[in-house]
Protein backbone atom coordinates (compact mmCIF):
# COMPACT_ATOMS: atom_id res chain seq x y z
CA UNK A 1 0.00 0.00 0.00
CA UNK A 2 1.30 3.24 -0.77
CA UNK A 3 -0.50 5.58 0.83
CA UNK A 4 0.45 6.50 4.42
CA UNK A 5 -2.39 5.43 6.36
CA UNK A 6 -0.01 5.45 9.80
CA UNK A 7 1.27 9.09 9.03
CA UNK A 8 -2.55 9.90 8.13
CA UNK A 9 -3.60 9.05 11.46
CA UNK A 10 -1.26 10.70 13.05
CA UNK A 11 -1.32 13.87 11.24
CA UNK A 12 -5.00 14.24 11.32
CA UNK A 13 -5.88 14.86 14.96
CA UNK A 14 -3.18 17.70 14.51
CA UNK A 15 -4.98 18.80 11.65
CA UNK A 16 -8.02 18.89 13.03
CA UNK A 17 -6.70 21.25 16.22
CA UNK A 18 -5.04 23.39 13.84
CA UNK A 19 -8.24 24.21 12.47
CA UNK A 20 -10.11 24.64 15.58
CA UNK A 21 -7.20 27.07 16.35
CA UNK A 22 -8.43 29.33 13.61
CA UNK A 23 -12.59 28.60 14.74
CA UNK A 24 -14.15 31.48 16.63
CA UNK A 25 -17.56 30.64 18.02
CA UNK A 26 -19.96 33.13 19.21
CA UNK A 27 -19.38 33.56 22.91
CA UNK A 28 -20.79 30.70 25.38
CA UNK A 29 -21.21 28.72 22.20
CA UNK A 30 -18.56 25.98 21.31
CA UNK A 31 -20.74 23.96 18.93
CA UNK A 32 -18.50 24.31 15.52
CA UNK A 33 -15.54 23.31 18.13
CA UNK A 34 -17.45 20.07 19.29
CA UNK A 35 -17.99 19.02 16.22
CA UNK A 36 -15.03 19.78 14.47
CA UNK A 37 -13.13 17.96 16.88
CA UNK A 38 -15.91 15.14 16.75
CA UNK A 39 -15.73 14.43 13.04
CA UNK A 40 -12.22 14.41 13.09
CA UNK A 41 -11.79 12.13 15.85
CA UNK A 42 -14.02 9.91 14.22
CA UNK A 43 -12.85 9.94 10.84
CA UNK A 44 -9.48 8.65 12.28
CA UNK A 45 -11.16 5.56 14.17
CA UNK A 46 -12.63 4.61 10.56
CA UNK A 47 -9.06 5.07 9.55
CA UNK A 48 -7.97 2.63 12.08
CA UNK A 49 -10.75 0.13 11.03
CA UNK A 50 -9.63 0.16 7.41
CA UNK A 51 -6.25 -0.45 8.85
CA UNK A 52 -7.37 -3.62 10.85
CA UNK A 53 -9.27 -4.55 7.73
CA UNK A 54 -6.12 -4.07 5.87
CA UNK A 55 -3.81 -6.22 8.30
CA UNK A 56 -2.50 -9.16 7.13
CA UNK A 57 -2.87 -11.60 10.37
CA UNK A 58 -0.70 -14.24 9.05
CA UNK A 59 2.81 -12.83 9.65
CA UNK A 60 4.74 -11.38 12.68
CA UNK A 61 6.48 -8.53 10.54
CA UNK A 62 5.27 -5.21 10.50
CA UNK A 63 2.94 -3.72 8.28
CA UNK A 64 2.39 -0.36 6.57
CA UNK A 65 6.22 0.36 7.54
CA UNK A 66 7.25 4.40 5.95
CA UNK A 67 10.66 5.00 6.31
CA UNK A 68 11.91 8.40 5.68
CA UNK A 69 15.27 10.15 6.40
CA UNK A 70 14.96 12.90 8.67
CA UNK A 71 18.46 13.81 9.92
CA UNK A 72 20.80 12.73 7.38
CA UNK A 73 22.90 9.46 9.10
CA UNK A 74 21.27 9.22 12.20
CA UNK A 75 17.30 9.50 13.01
CA UNK A 76 14.58 7.99 10.11
CA UNK A 77 10.89 8.92 10.56
CA UNK A 78 10.05 5.19 10.83
CA UNK A 79 6.75 4.14 11.77
CA UNK A 80 4.84 0.87 11.39
CA UNK A 81 2.50 -1.77 13.08
CA UNK A 82 2.20 -5.40 13.65
CA UNK A 83 -0.70 -7.56 15.64
CA UNK A 84 0.28 -5.95 19.14
CA UNK A 85 0.38 -2.12 18.03
CA UNK A 86 -2.40 -2.08 15.87
CA UNK A 87 -4.84 -3.17 18.82
CA UNK A 88 -3.62 -0.07 20.61
CA UNK A 89 -3.94 2.01 17.96
CA UNK A 90 -7.55 1.46 17.33
CA UNK A 91 -8.19 1.46 21.23
CA UNK A 92 -6.43 4.94 21.13
CA UNK A 93 -8.98 5.94 18.02
CA UNK A 94 -12.15 4.77 19.66
CA UNK A 95 -11.83 6.05 22.92
CA UNK A 96 -10.88 9.33 21.85
CA UNK A 97 -14.45 10.49 20.34
CA UNK A 98 -16.18 9.01 23.37
CA UNK A 99 -13.78 11.32 25.53
CA UNK A 100 -14.91 14.03 22.72
CA UNK A 101 -18.57 13.63 23.70
CA UNK A 102 -18.03 13.66 27.43
CA UNK A 103 -16.89 17.15 27.69
CA UNK A 104 -20.75 18.30 27.16
CA UNK A 105 -21.00 18.15 31.08
CA UNK A 106 -17.60 18.22 32.22
CA UNK A 107 -15.54 21.38 30.71
CA UNK A 108 -17.40 24.55 30.69
CA UNK A 109 -14.54 26.82 30.07
CA UNK A 110 -11.87 27.20 27.28
CA UNK A 111 -13.61 24.16 25.68
CA UNK A 112 -12.28 25.06 22.33
CA UNK A 113 -8.08 25.09 24.07
CA UNK A 114 -9.74 21.97 25.87
CA UNK A 115 -10.22 19.84 22.59
CA UNK A 116 -7.13 21.24 20.80
CA UNK A 117 -5.05 19.53 23.95
CA UNK A 118 -7.16 16.49 23.39
CA UNK A 119 -6.38 15.86 19.84
CA UNK A 120 -2.75 17.05 19.88
CA UNK A 121 -2.51 14.34 22.60
CA UNK A 122 -4.25 11.74 20.31
CA UNK A 123 -1.51 11.98 17.43
CA UNK A 124 1.20 11.79 20.17
CA UNK A 125 -0.39 8.52 21.67
CA UNK A 126 -0.56 6.95 17.94
CA UNK A 127 2.64 7.91 17.11
CA UNK A 128 4.29 6.21 19.91
CA UNK A 129 2.41 2.74 19.17
CA UNK A 130 3.60 3.37 15.45
CA UNK A 131 7.18 4.55 15.85
CA UNK A 132 10.21 1.79 14.64
CA UNK A 133 12.51 4.76 15.78
CA UNK A 134 13.78 4.51 19.18
CA UNK A 135 14.50 8.47 18.86
CA UNK A 136 10.90 8.94 17.10
CA UNK A 137 9.66 7.02 20.10
CA UNK A 138 11.00 9.07 22.74
CA UNK A 139 9.81 12.47 21.08
CA UNK A 140 6.04 11.52 20.95
CA UNK A 141 6.41 9.02 24.15
CA UNK A 142 7.28 12.48 26.17
CA UNK A 143 5.81 14.60 24.05
CA UNK A 144 2.39 13.39 25.43
CA UNK A 145 2.88 14.64 28.88
CA UNK A 146 2.68 18.47 27.68
CA UNK A 147 -1.22 18.23 26.40
CA UNK A 148 -2.28 15.64 29.90
CA UNK A 149 -0.42 18.51 32.03
CA UNK A 150 -2.46 21.27 30.73
CA UNK A 151 -5.53 19.26 30.81
CA UNK A 152 -4.83 18.28 34.98
CA UNK A 153 -3.62 22.06 35.10
CA UNK A 154 -5.78 24.08 33.49
CA UNK A 155 -9.19 21.95 33.54
CA UNK A 156 -8.81 19.70 36.47
CA UNK A 157 -10.04 20.22 40.25
CA UNK A 158 -8.82 22.39 43.16
CA UNK A 159 -5.37 20.59 43.55
CA UNK A 160 -4.53 20.91 39.91
CA UNK A 161 -1.69 22.69 39.36
CA UNK A 162 0.30 20.83 42.31
CA UNK A 163 -1.04 17.25 40.49
CA UNK A 164 0.25 18.39 36.77
CA UNK A 165 3.40 19.29 38.25
CA UNK A 166 3.74 16.19 40.49
CA UNK A 167 2.79 14.31 37.18
CA UNK A 168 5.21 16.16 35.02
CA UNK A 169 7.86 15.90 36.96
CA UNK A 170 7.93 12.51 38.25
CA UNK A 171 6.94 11.23 34.21
CA UNK A 172 9.67 13.42 32.69
CA UNK A 173 12.18 13.07 35.20
CA UNK A 174 11.99 9.06 35.08
CA UNK A 175 12.42 9.64 31.76
CA UNK A 176 15.77 11.01 31.04
CA UNK A 177 18.04 7.83 31.71
CA UNK A 178 15.98 5.83 28.83
CA UNK A 179 17.07 9.02 26.56
CA UNK A 180 20.56 8.26 27.75
CA UNK A 181 20.47 4.38 27.28
CA UNK A 182 18.85 5.70 23.79
CA UNK A 183 22.12 7.37 22.67
CA UNK A 184 24.30 4.76 24.04
CA UNK A 185 22.66 2.24 22.11
CA UNK A 186 23.18 4.51 19.12
CA UNK A 187 26.93 4.88 20.06
CA UNK A 188 27.04 0.57 20.33
CA UNK A 189 25.09 -0.28 17.61
CA UNK A 190 25.00 2.99 14.95
CA UNK A 191 21.33 2.76 15.07
CA UNK A 192 18.40 3.47 16.73
CA UNK A 193 16.17 1.69 13.68
CA UNK A 194 14.09 -0.79 16.27
CA UNK A 195 13.92 -3.85 13.49
CA UNK A 196 17.58 -3.58 12.87
CA UNK A 197 18.26 -3.93 16.58
CA UNK A 198 16.39 -6.98 16.50
CA UNK A 199 18.04 -8.38 14.41
CA UNK A 200 21.64 -7.41 15.45
CA UNK A 201 20.65 -7.32 18.76
CA UNK A 202 22.66 -5.85 21.67
CA UNK A 203 26.00 -6.87 23.59
CA UNK A 204 24.84 -9.08 26.31
CA UNK A 205 28.03 -6.94 28.78
CA UNK A 206 25.76 -3.77 27.90
CA UNK A 207 21.90 -5.27 28.21
CA UNK A 208 21.59 -5.01 31.75
CA UNK A 209 22.17 -1.64 32.64
CA UNK A 210 19.98 -0.53 29.44
CA UNK A 211 17.18 -2.04 30.42
CA UNK A 212 17.23 -0.48 34.08
CA UNK A 213 17.62 2.42 32.01
CA UNK A 214 14.59 1.93 29.97
CA UNK A 215 13.23 0.77 33.15
CA UNK A 216 13.20 3.85 34.68
CA UNK A 217 10.68 5.56 32.52
CA UNK A 218 8.21 2.16 32.28
CA UNK A 219 7.74 1.57 35.75
CA UNK A 220 6.90 5.54 36.32
CA UNK A 221 4.33 6.02 33.20
CA UNK A 222 3.11 2.01 34.43
CA UNK A 223 3.13 3.64 37.63
CA UNK A 224 4.84 0.58 39.63
CA UNK A 225 5.02 0.89 43.39
CA UNK A 226 7.02 3.05 44.62
CA UNK A 227 7.17 5.75 42.23
CA UNK A 228 3.36 5.08 41.76
CA UNK A 229 2.08 8.17 44.03
CA UNK A 230 1.38 10.82 41.07
CA UNK A 231 -1.33 8.83 39.61
CA UNK A 232 -4.22 8.98 42.75
CA UNK A 233 -3.40 12.32 42.55
CA UNK A 234 -3.65 12.98 38.50
CA UNK A 235 -6.67 10.76 38.66
CA UNK A 236 -8.40 12.66 41.14
CA UNK A 237 -7.76 16.37 39.98
CA UNK A 238 -7.91 15.33 36.30
CA UNK A 239 -11.59 16.34 34.51
CA UNK A 240 -13.59 13.07 33.21
CA UNK A 241 -11.91 12.59 29.82
CA UNK A 242 -8.77 13.19 30.67
CA UNK A 243 -8.82 10.58 33.44
CA UNK A 244 -10.79 8.42 31.09
CA UNK A 245 -7.50 8.97 28.55
CA UNK A 246 -5.12 8.67 31.22
CA UNK A 247 -6.49 5.30 32.69
CA UNK A 248 -7.20 3.50 28.99
CA UNK A 249 -4.29 4.99 26.84
CA UNK A 250 -1.41 6.69 28.99
CA UNK A 251 -0.65 4.10 31.09
CA UNK A 252 -0.68 1.21 28.59
CA UNK A 253 1.70 2.94 26.68
CA UNK A 254 4.52 1.93 29.73
CA UNK A 255 3.48 -2.19 29.51
CA UNK A 256 3.84 -1.38 25.22
CA UNK A 257 7.23 -0.10 25.64
CA UNK A 258 8.23 -2.84 28.26
CA UNK A 259 6.49 -5.96 25.57
CA UNK A 260 8.12 -3.75 22.52
CA UNK A 261 11.46 -2.31 24.22
CA UNK A 262 12.61 -4.37 27.28
CA UNK A 263 11.69 -8.01 26.22
CA UNK A 264 12.41 -7.05 22.36
CA UNK A 265 15.81 -5.66 22.26
CA UNK A 266 16.99 -6.92 26.28
CA UNK A 267 16.07 -10.65 26.42
CA UNK A 268 18.47 -11.93 28.58
CA UNK A 269 18.59 -8.88 31.00
CA UNK A 270 14.52 -9.02 31.27
CA UNK A 271 14.96 -12.91 32.46
CA UNK A 272 17.92 -11.66 34.86
CA UNK A 273 15.39 -8.68 36.17
CA UNK A 274 12.19 -11.00 36.34
CA UNK A 275 12.36 -11.27 40.08
CA UNK A 276 12.51 -7.71 40.11
CA UNK A 277 9.14 -6.84 38.49
CA UNK A 278 7.76 -9.49 40.53
CA UNK A 279 8.82 -8.82 44.00
CA UNK A 280 7.53 -5.48 43.09
CA UNK A 281 4.38 -6.69 41.65
CA UNK A 282 3.71 -8.27 45.05
CA UNK A 283 4.66 -5.21 47.18
CA UNK A 284 2.10 -3.15 45.20
CA UNK A 285 -0.46 -6.06 45.71
CA UNK A 286 0.44 -6.18 49.68
CA UNK A 287 0.24 -2.35 49.48
CA UNK A 288 -2.90 -1.79 47.96
CA UNK A 289 -4.49 -4.27 50.50
CA UNK A 290 -2.57 -1.87 53.03
CA UNK A 291 -5.08 0.93 52.17
CA UNK A 292 -8.01 -0.91 54.22
CA UNK A 293 -6.06 -2.15 57.01
CA UNK A 294 -6.81 0.63 59.23
CA UNK A 295 -10.63 0.68 58.42
CA UNK A 296 -10.48 -3.20 58.80
CA UNK A 297 -8.41 -2.62 62.45
CA UNK A 298 -11.27 -0.70 63.60
CA UNK A 299 -13.83 -2.82 62.73
CA UNK A 300 -12.43 -5.62 64.52
CA UNK A 301 -11.56 -3.21 67.68
CA UNK A 302 -15.37 -2.21 67.71
CA UNK A 303 -15.93 -6.15 67.41
CA UNK A 304 -13.87 -7.01 70.20
CA UNK A 305 -15.93 -4.90 72.66
CA UNK A 306 -19.29 -6.75 72.24
CA UNK A 307 -20.95 -4.22 69.77
CA UNK A 308 -22.72 -6.11 67.10
CA UNK A 309 -21.32 -4.49 63.57
CA UNK A 310 -21.83 -4.72 59.54
CA UNK A 311 -19.62 -3.27 57.79
CA UNK A 312 -19.49 -1.84 54.13
CA UNK A 313 -16.41 -2.28 52.09
CA UNK A 314 -14.95 -0.42 49.21
CA UNK A 315 -13.92 -3.30 46.46
CA UNK A 316 -10.67 -3.98 45.58
CA UNK A 317 -10.33 -2.56 41.73
CA UNK A 318 -9.42 -6.34 40.90
CA UNK A 319 -11.93 -8.75 40.33
CA UNK A 320 -9.24 -12.09 41.29
CA UNK A 321 -8.46 -10.13 44.75
CA UNK A 322 -12.30 -9.04 46.14
CA UNK A 323 -13.53 -12.93 46.48
CA UNK A 324 -9.95 -13.37 48.31
CA UNK A 325 -9.85 -10.08 50.40
CA UNK A 326 -13.99 -10.96 51.73
CA UNK A 327 -12.98 -14.08 52.72
CA UNK A 328 -10.16 -12.93 55.07
CA UNK A 329 -12.53 -10.43 56.01
CA UNK A 330 -15.68 -12.40 56.55
CA UNK A 331 -13.29 -15.33 58.89
CA UNK A 332 -10.75 -13.12 60.69
CA UNK A 333 -12.45 -9.42 60.93
CA UNK A 334 -16.40 -9.20 60.46
CA UNK A 335 -19.05 -11.74 59.78
CA UNK A 336 -21.24 -9.43 58.95
CA UNK A 337 -20.44 -7.64 55.18
CA UNK A 338 -22.58 -5.37 53.78
CA UNK A 339 -22.09 -5.87 50.03
CA UNK A 340 -23.00 -2.47 47.59
CA UNK A 341 -26.07 -2.53 45.51
CA UNK A 342 -30.11 -3.38 46.42
CA UNK A 343 -28.68 -6.31 47.93
CA UNK A 344 -26.64 -4.68 50.25
CA UNK A 345 -29.27 -2.31 50.95
CA UNK A 346 -31.67 -4.97 51.93
CA UNK A 347 -28.63 -6.62 54.15
CA UNK A 348 -28.17 -3.02 55.67
CA UNK A 349 -31.83 -2.56 56.21
CA UNK A 350 -32.15 -6.48 58.05
CA UNK A 351 -29.23 -5.94 60.24
CA UNK A 352 -30.35 -2.25 61.06
CA UNK A 353 -33.60 -4.09 62.50
CA UNK A 354 -31.70 -6.62 64.08
CA UNK A 355 -29.56 -3.69 66.12
CA UNK A 356 -26.79 -3.70 64.48
CA UNK A 357 -24.67 -0.87 63.96
CA UNK A 358 -23.02 0.20 60.21
CA UNK A 359 -19.60 0.74 59.80
CA UNK A 360 -19.08 2.53 56.30
CA UNK A 361 -15.53 2.88 54.61
CA UNK A 362 -15.37 5.66 52.17
CA UNK A 363 -13.45 7.63 49.67
CA UNK A 364 -13.66 10.86 50.97
CA UNK A 365 -12.80 12.68 48.06
CA UNK A 366 -14.05 10.40 45.36
CA UNK A 367 -17.71 9.22 46.78
CA UNK A 368 -20.79 11.53 46.11
CA UNK A 369 -20.22 14.87 48.02
CA UNK A 370 -20.61 18.49 49.01
CA UNK A 371 -17.96 21.65 49.39
CA UNK A 372 -18.54 21.22 53.64
CA UNK A 373 -16.83 23.26 56.40
CA UNK A 374 -13.42 21.84 57.52
CA UNK A 375 -11.00 23.80 59.40
CA UNK A 376 -12.66 27.13 58.19
CA UNK A 377 -12.25 25.89 54.75
CA UNK A 378 -14.71 24.14 52.23
CA UNK A 379 -13.69 20.85 51.55
CA UNK A 380 -15.22 17.83 49.69
CA UNK A 381 -17.13 16.07 51.76
CA UNK A 382 -19.07 12.41 51.06
CA UNK A 383 -22.50 12.72 51.95
CA UNK A 384 -22.91 9.07 51.92
CA UNK A 385 -23.39 8.94 56.10
CA UNK A 386 -25.73 12.21 56.51
CA UNK A 387 -27.99 9.56 53.20
CA UNK A 388 -27.85 6.74 55.96
CA UNK A 389 -29.05 8.93 58.61
CA UNK A 390 -31.53 10.54 57.02
CA UNK A 391 -32.93 7.34 55.20
CA UNK A 392 -32.58 5.06 58.24
CA UNK A 393 -33.18 8.05 61.11
CA UNK A 394 -29.91 6.27 62.32
CA UNK A 395 -28.02 7.98 65.39
CA UNK A 396 -24.23 8.31 65.07
CA UNK A 397 -21.44 7.13 67.79
CA UNK A 398 -18.25 8.48 67.08
CA UNK A 399 -15.60 5.96 68.21
CA UNK A 400 -11.96 7.80 68.58
CA UNK A 401 -9.47 4.78 68.16
CA UNK A 402 -5.38 5.50 68.99
CA UNK A 403 -2.76 2.95 67.89
CA UNK A 404 -0.01 2.39 70.11
CA UNK A 405 3.13 -0.13 70.83
CA UNK A 406 2.57 -1.68 66.92
CA UNK A 407 -1.10 -3.81 67.79
CA UNK A 408 -2.06 -2.17 70.74
CA UNK A 409 -5.30 0.19 71.20
CA UNK A 410 -6.69 2.68 73.10
CA UNK A 411 -10.57 2.59 72.16
CA UNK A 412 -12.84 5.64 73.24
CA UNK A 413 -16.69 5.30 72.56
CA UNK A 414 -18.62 9.05 72.28
CA UNK A 415 -22.18 9.35 73.13
CA UNK A 416 -24.57 8.54 70.68
CA UNK A 417 -25.86 11.65 68.08
CA UNK A 418 -29.59 12.12 67.05
CA UNK A 419 -30.35 13.83 64.10
CA UNK A 420 -34.34 15.87 63.35
CA UNK A 421 -35.77 14.55 60.24
CA UNK A 422 -35.70 18.89 59.74
CA UNK A 423 -32.22 18.17 59.33
CA UNK A 424 -30.65 18.73 55.87
CA UNK A 425 -28.16 16.42 54.30
CA UNK A 426 -25.81 19.58 54.38
CA UNK A 427 -26.12 20.62 57.55
CA UNK A 428 -25.79 16.87 59.29
CA UNK A 429 -22.28 16.82 57.12
CA UNK A 430 -21.78 20.03 58.65
CA UNK A 431 -21.76 18.75 62.20
CA UNK A 432 -19.72 15.29 60.99
CA UNK A 433 -16.88 17.19 60.31
CA UNK A 434 -17.22 19.38 63.59
CA UNK A 435 -16.91 15.99 65.35
CA UNK A 436 -14.18 15.09 62.85
CA UNK A 437 -12.27 18.19 63.72
CA UNK A 438 -12.86 17.14 67.52
CA UNK A 439 -11.21 13.83 66.97
CA UNK A 440 -8.15 15.48 64.93
CA UNK A 441 -7.39 17.60 67.31
CA UNK A 442 -6.98 15.10 70.47
CA UNK A 443 -4.06 14.35 68.73
CA UNK A 444 -3.09 15.57 65.11
CA UNK A 445 0.28 14.31 64.92
CA UNK A 446 -0.77 10.64 65.00
CA UNK A 447 -3.91 12.04 62.36
CA UNK A 448 -3.77 10.22 58.80
CA UNK A 449 -4.08 12.34 55.94
CA UNK A 450 -5.10 9.73 52.77
CA UNK A 451 -3.27 11.55 50.01
CA UNK A 452 -3.88 15.53 51.19
CA UNK A 453 -7.20 14.78 49.86
CA UNK A 454 -9.15 16.66 52.71
CA UNK A 455 -6.32 19.65 53.03
Same mark, same amino acid.
Given at each position: ?????????????????????????????????????????????????????????????????????????????????????????????????????????????????????????????????????????????????????????????????????????????????????? #?? $??? !?? @??????? +????? *? %???????????????????????????????????????????????????????????????????????????????? #?? $??? !?? @??????? +????? *? %?????????????????????????????????????????????????????????????????????????????????????????????????????????????????????????????????????????????????????????
Amino acid at each position: MNFPILSSLILLPIVGALFLFFTKDKEGNNLTAKYVALFTTVVNFLISIYLWISFDQSTSSFQFVEDRVWIEGFINYKVGVDGISILFIILTTFITPICIISVNNSVKNRLRDFLIAILIMESFMIGVFCALDLVVFYLFFEAGLIPMFLIIGIWGGARRVYSAFKFFLYTLLGSVLMLVAI #IS $IYW !IT @GTTDVVQ +LYEIG *I %DVKYQNLLWLAFFSSFAVKTPMWPVHTWLPDAHVEAPTAGSVLLAAILLKMAGYGFIRFSLGLFPIASEVFTPLIYTLSV #IA $IIF !IS @GHFSNFE +LMAMQ *I %DKIGIKIGAIYRPLNNIFLNKFMERIRKKYICNNQIKKGIGGLKELIKLNNQGFSTALMIDQRVSQGIKSNFFNEKAFTTTIPAQLIKKFNMPIVPIFIERYEGVKFKMKVLKPIHFSNEDTIENITNELNKILEKMILANPNNWIWSHNRWK
